[in-house]
């Protein structure tokens, strides 16, 4: 071989080289894949890529005498979650859930800490409505879906058809409109137990005070007279002088939709008082609750309620063999049935809304999922069917008077102690 | 077929431009990765160290809004305990304002913190905690707007007559006022606002129903006391009724306000562990950074060490083919060329291949066979010029080594500051007395340390530096080693070299000197031998006339009274007769061969027995300014000399030093002891050996170089003649000292003269100190004494002078006489005169007597005698000699101690003495 050959040789090793590289090159400049969505959602997109988590904030009550009725929800969220095998379009789901403390405060907060994640898709919340008022305001500024399985302050949502005062877009529940709640008990006041002066008393909070509100309306509505509206502080042990107030008044029943522990302490002052034992006293569905009735114990005997209708059937019994079987034990309250629907109606639109790209990346449009939660119609939910409204509604609220006659019985015993029931008509 | 096999071969057919092209190229791509490598490395450490910096920028604003947040809810804190203090103007002021500009603050750095987080390339974990910082940020905005809205809702509570407190407070006022003093109304009152107050301080809000309680209580009161006006009634209930929806206004502020505290709360749990877990995060980031570094740097090591190593691999590898291919063939032609430098001419390389060493190996190869056909023509002009060389060589050499002339050849050193031996020849071995061995190589001033001082170390510099030849004239050359007469040429060599060609004329020159000291010698001796000769002829004449000047006058004065005033003639007679004698023993002193007998003597006695003398006393007392001193040596070794002659010497050397300074001044007579070697005897020529030196040093004006060279001549004075010598004083010195195998040295010049007298030493002892008796105690007892001359005035003189010693003189006319006086009868001593004529001489009588009666003493008396006689007559036995003319005293004494077996020396010496001072 002589030298002309040889570099004749190296040159076209060389040139082979060149050529191997820039098709390389080419090649992996054609291997980028063409984007198959491009989101279009005016308020922005969540994007979830291949095998990460989507992410869904869960604010509940989780301290406190309320912790109950927080871990309540919960379950039922993890419940309708199992429904999915614990994924969600073959992403797994985490929860950030945050404690609210059942406060405004609590909530807003919890919110902040939840809608900081830009990954956030949608929020499962809250437990009390006074959290929420704050909660769906941060949460409804961030673009996202707020669904609650356990608020009921009309507050939240409409009060006579309008906007009421906290009502935020994106924000859903499927527990009731506490507007008809106030008023099934006026109406029970009135027509069935015959009172015609009555007295209410609410700790402030959007949810106690717009029960009082609903109540007061409907009873002075009725030809009755709100002979006092008295409010106690969270965290008021005292009770004395305002039961006092309400002896002054001369009211027959006494109203007061307070939560743990404050109604605790009520229902005990009132029970001291010597002149209460002609007053009917009537409380919420927020002590609807096993803690409550074994708290109070006998005390409580003779105590109405105002609160959700419990939903029945073959869905309700199912569901609650499953709380049973995943937890443990019974439920205390029936509340998880609604967070349930509320967190299985939230998943079914992440369902619908959800663009899923072939490498598994998901794209959830912000306000195409609130849309498909407003235009929720006839879904089959474990409470009964929902149809979302413009505000966010999404049960019809049917509402049962209940006594405590015994508290041995239990929750299911008073529950069970139906003693008048208002469905609400739109 | 093995890879390096194939590239072996591969390679074997290329060039070797080719091979080295493709070497080189090969290093350059393993340097290109190194060079890659450490540029990767250090993109990674500057990005490493970009992500440090940047984490230190987030530590510091996440420590920044945290320092931030903190004061804000510091300073909103502070608002809420002030301003019931200060006023809630001021408050506002003072703490509100700045707490909402902190908190401003905050949310701007916490906006550029996450700009700066989303913009950079940190730390995933700083990355991730985006959420935290956006929950942050909401919380700062969130405290700003609660801030805000706390703040008012304690505007709407405590602001001066407008805020629901101060209207609480006026409403109370009012109904204080219209309750009066009723009494029912009055406890109400105070009850009412009793738990009113308890409720502003405790802000339990049961105590405030409780003054709504008793406010409806009140109420009731106002409605059923009848004591009250239906106005004043009214105002009363219109006073409660607002007075409780004031109060209840602010219960829900209370409240409100309650809860945004329980809202700053939560912020504050939910911002602090941010915080927290950023400044760790970021902290995390630099040490991951930094860990990331050292990483980077250890990998950038373990590659730079691989490509290193693969590299020191493949420059083995091509080393090894690059060496089997082109170096060993190269050796091999090395190699070749060595041998074939190194004469082997029948070298042949091995021509495999076509590249550029096979063609070269084939060159050298017809180069090599060239060679050979040169070489062997060559090798035969070169034999035919090497033994014409040889022979030339050979022949050059034969004259260099055999020249008569010494030949040096030297070669210039440090500039021409001295010049280094670089060969001599077998001449220059001879007179230098070197070897050429022991010079070869060494500085020419180090052979020869004269040649500086002697001028010849100048001639070759100028001989060096001008390149010219020059004459190397007669000069002496002396070291410690040697001396001598060079003669000679030095030129200058082509190769920059210089020739001494020279002889040595030492001996020519010695001879030379020789010749003329010996001339010189042979004119004085001839000079001396005329006066001499005449002293000698007159001497025994004169002596004999002068002995009857001398002697009559004697026994004349003995005999006369002493005031005859024929006393003074007679002894000035005597005196004339002594002065005479004392020219005449002077002219036969520098006539050498007079008799004088050399005995061992102390120099240092004779030297003071001249300072003790008359004559010295005499000498000084005329010249008394000047000084006289002597330094004599007491180790000074005995001489062997003749004592008269020697004080003669010191008179002589004595009286002209002092006669040479004029007016003040100083003589110093010393003595040392001197070793004489050869060198310096030669100048004196004296042997070498043992000398006691007598030095006598004036301070007078010197003597001239002119009168120098004659002041040892007889009769050579610049004294007037007559008066103070007989221009013999130097003469005699002289001649003595060469006399006694001496030498005189006198060096002189404007501050003074020196005269050193050098003496052979000698290890006798000294024999004799005896000193002459007084005239009466050289009388004798009636001896015979047999007085031999031919002179009939010396009989009589001898006759009347024995007779009065009281001795038997037998006076007889000459030797033929005494002869036959012996036969006949015998003498107790023969005074014998050596010279008589016409008759035998002294030494034939005294010989002919002896065989008559051996053991006949005798004294010898002559004016003049030659000097082998008298020794040849001490030799047979005669004890004494006395010279003519001669005094009682020195008679007697020769003829006593001749009598009495005394050495007659000391006598001799003694009465020449007294003859020559007296």
Known sequence: MNMRIFNQQIQSILRSFFIIWLTALLMSACDKPEPVFECTDPIGCVEIAPGEPIHIGVLQALSGDVAALGKEQLRGFELALDKRGGTLLGHPVALQVEDTGCTPEGGANAALKIIADPQMAAILGTTCSGAAATASKAMSDAGLTMISGNNSAAYLTTIAGKPALHWQPGYFRTAFNDESAGKAAAIFAYQRIGVRKAATIHDGDIYTRGLTEGFENAFQEMGGEIVLSAVVNKGDTEMQPVLTAVLNAGAGLLFFPLFQPEGNHLLFGARAVPGFDDIYLMSDGALIESSFIESVGEAGIGLYFVGPARPEGAAVDSLAMAYISKFGARPGASYFQSAYDAADLLMTAIETVAVQEPDGTLHIGRRALRDRLYAVDDFEGVTGVLDCDRFGDCALPVFDVLRLDDPSAGLEGLVSNIMFTHVAVE | ?918
Not at chain 2, 72 to 84: V, W
Not at chain 2, 316 to 344: F, M, P, Q, Y
Not at chain 2, 352 to 377: C, P, W, Y
């Open chain 2, 1 to 918: 077929m093995t890879f390096q096999k194939q590239v072996s071969e591969s390679m074997e057919n290329m060039s070797i431009t080719t091979r080295f092209g493709v070497g080189i190229s090969l290093l350059l791509l393993l340097i290109l990765a190194v060079a890659l490598t450490g540029y990767v490395s250090i993109q990674y450490v500057r990005k490493a160290e970009e992500s440090i910096q940047t984490s230190r920028e987030i530590q510091r604003m996440v420590l920044e809004m945290d320092r931030g947040m903190e004061k804000a809810r510091r300073l909103h804190g502070d608002f809420f305990l002030q301003y019931p203090d200060i006023g809630l103007a001021r408050a506002h002021e003072q703490y509100a304002q700045p707490s909402m500009r902190e908190i401003a603050r905050v949310i701007a750095v916490s906006h550029a913190l996450k700009d700066l987080i989303e913009r950079s390339d940190v730390a995933r974990g700083l990355r991730d905690r985006r959420v935290d910082l956006n929950l942050y940020l909401s919380s700062a905005k969130r405290f700003a707007a609660t801030s805000i809205e706390s703040v008012e809702l304690v505007t709407e509570l405590a602001v001066p007559e407008r805020g629901l407190e101060a209207m609480m407070e006026q409403d109370l006022q009012a109904m204080r006022a219209e309750i009066g003093n009723n009494p029912s109304l009055m406890r109400f009152f105070q009850e009412m606002k009793t738990f009113a107050q308890d409720y502003r301080i405790t802000r339990k809000r049961f105590l405030m129903q409780s003054a709504f309680n008793a406010a409806f209580r009140m109420r009731s009161a106002v409605e059923n006391v009848p004591n009250l006006l239906p106005d004043q009634r009214d105002r009363l209930i219109t006073l409660l009724e607002r007075w409780k929806t004031v109060t209840e206004e602010m219960l829900e502020v209370d409240v409100a306000i309650k809860s945004r505290f329980h809202d700053f709360a939560l912020q504050g749990e939910a911002v602090e562990p941010i915080s927290t877990a950023l400044i760790s995060l970021a902290g995390e980031a630099v040490e991951d950074a930094r860990a990331g570094i050292q990483e980077a740097l250890g990998a950038a090591l373990a590659i730079t060490a691989g490509v290193t190593l693969a590299g020191l691999l493949l420059a083995v590898l091509i080393a090894g083919i690059l060496n089997r291919s082109i170096t060993r063939r190269v050796v091999r032609l090395t190699r070749s060329a060595e041998e074939l430098r190194a004469g082997n001419l029948d070298i042949h390389v091995g021509e495999e291949g076509n590249d550029e060493l096979s063609r070269l190996a084939r060159t050298f190869n017809i180069m090599a066979g060239r060679l050979r056909e040169l070489v062997d023509r060559l090798e035969q002009k070169v034999t035919q010029r090497t033994a014409e060389l040889a022979e030339s060589e050979r022949r050059f050499r034969e004259l260099f080594e055999h020249s008569s002339s010494g030949v040096a050849v030297y070669e210039a050193v440090d500039g021409g500051a001295d010049f280094v031996i670089r060969d001599i020849n077998r001449a220059v071995e001879s007179i230098e007395a070197v070897t050429r061995e022991a010079v070869l190589g060494h500085p020419a001033t180090e052979v020869f340390p004269g040649i500086r001082k002697f001028g010849f170390l100048t001639l070759f510099q100028e001989v060096w530096r001008t390149g010219r030849t020059r004459r190397l004239p007669l000069r002496f050359y002396s070291d410690d080693r040697r001396s001598g007469w060079r003669q000679g040429a030095v030129y200058k060599l082509p190769s920059g070299e210089i020739v001494a060609v020279y002889d040595d004329l030492t001996a020519q020159k010695q001879a030379e000197m020789e010749k003329t000291a010996m001339e010189a010698k042979l004119q004085r001796a001839q000079k001396m031998e005329a006066i001499g000769l005449l002293a000698g002829g007159v001497a025994h004449d004169l002596n004999n006339i002068l002995a009857g000047i001398v002697s009559y006058p004697e026994l004349l004065l003995m005999q006369m009274p002493d005031d005859s005033p024929l006393r003074k003639p007679i002894q000035a007679i005597q005196e004339s007769g002594q002065r005479a004698a004392a020219v005449v023993a002077d002219l036969l002193t520098v006539a050498r061969g007079v008799a004088s007998v050399k005995v061992p003597a102390d120099l240092n006695g004779l030297i003071r027995e001249h300072l003790d003398s008359p004559e010295y006393k005499k000498l000084h007392s005329v010249h008394e300014t000047v000084a006289c001193t002597a330094n004599l040596d007491p180790r000074l070794p005995p001489i062997r000399c003749s004592p008269v002659h020697i004080k003669k010497c010191i008179m002589n050397l004595v009286t002209n030093a002092m006669e040479a300074v004029d007016g003040d001044g100083r003589i110093v007579l010393s003595t040392q002891r001197r070793r004489m070697d050869e060198q310096t005897g030669r100048a004196l020529d004296l042997e070498a050996g043992e000398y006691a030196v007598l030095r006598i040093a004036d301070s007078g004006n010197g003597i001239s170089e002119t009168d120098l060279a004659h002041i040892f001549e007889p009769f050579y004075t610049k004294k007037v003649m007559g008066q103070s010598g007989t221009g013999l004083g130097l003469a005699v010195v002289w001649n003595s000292m060469q006399d006694h195998g001496g030498a005189v040295h006198v060096e002189s010049d404007a501050r003074g003269t020196v005269f050193e007298l050098f003496f052979p030493v000698t290890g006798d002892p000294i024999e004799c100190m005896a000193r002459p008796s007084g005239i009466e105690n050289l009388k004798g007892n009636g001896e015979t004494i047999l007085v031999v001359d031919d002179e009939p005035q010396q009989l009589d003189i001898a006759n009347r002078i024995l007779r009065m010693l009281g001795y038997q003189p037998v006076c007889v006319g000459s030797g033929e006489e005494a002869v036959a006086y012996a036969e006949q009868k015998s003498a107790d001593l023969v005074l014998l005169d050596m010279i008589m004529a016409p008759g035998i001489s002294g030494l034939e009588t005294y010989e002919r007597i002896l065989q008559i009666h051996p053991g006949q003493k005798a004294v010898i008396a002559s004016g003049f005698s030659e000097t082998e006689d008298v020794e040849k007559t001490r030799n047979l036995g005669a004890r004494g000699f006395i010279k003519k003319p001669y005094s009682m005293a020195q008679l007697g004494t020769a003829v006593q101690q001749a009598l009495h077996e005394v050495e007659s020396t000391c006598m001799e010496d003694f009465q020449s003495a007294r003859s020559d001072t007296s």
